[in-house]
Nanobody, 124 residues
Framework: QVQLVESGGGLVQAGGSLRLSCAAS????????MGWFRQAPGKEREFVAA????????YYADSVKGRFTISRDNAKNTVYLQMNSLKPEDTAVYYC?????????????????WGQGTQVTVSS
């Protein structure tokens, strides 16, 4: 069984930065791609960023491209999301998830394990 635990969320002013972390249990972390998603109140869960199993490939939603950076440390079983130049519209619960494949995917249904989420609130 895989467990994912996010941390690093909080309240920040617009223009500020936060770094989210997602620690994974299990020995197969490095075998799979990982992703970050977010869900704002009243909205569907949406893709934010994904990284391949080796870390060599990344992909971002247009809304965060150039501001957010996803990375991973397979030795620590951890994936990160560095968020810079935050905007009020980035406010949401952020979830990390493990993909069913090694490759970058953006569809919610292609991820089989999810963390409990961490709240990010950006004030204007």
């Amino acid at each position: 069984q895989v467990q994912l635990v996010e941390s690093g969320g909080g309240l920040v002013q617009a223009g500020g930065s936060l770094r989210l972390s997602c620690a994974a249990s299990g020995r197969t972390f490095s075998t799979y791609a990982m992703g970050w998603f977010r869900q704002a109140p009243g909205k569907e869960r949406e893709f934010v960023a994904a990284i391949s199993w080796s870390g060599s490939n990344t992909y971002y939603a247009d809304s965060v491209k150039g501001r957010f950076t996803i990375s991973r440390d397979n030795a620590k079983n951890t994936v990160y999301l560095q968020m810079n130049s935050l905007k009020p519209e980035d406010t949401a619960v952020y979830y990390c998830a493990r993909s069913q494949t090694r490759l970058v995917v953006t569809v919610v249904s292609r991820y089989d394990y999810w963390g409990q989420g961490t709240q990010v609130t950006v004030s204007s």
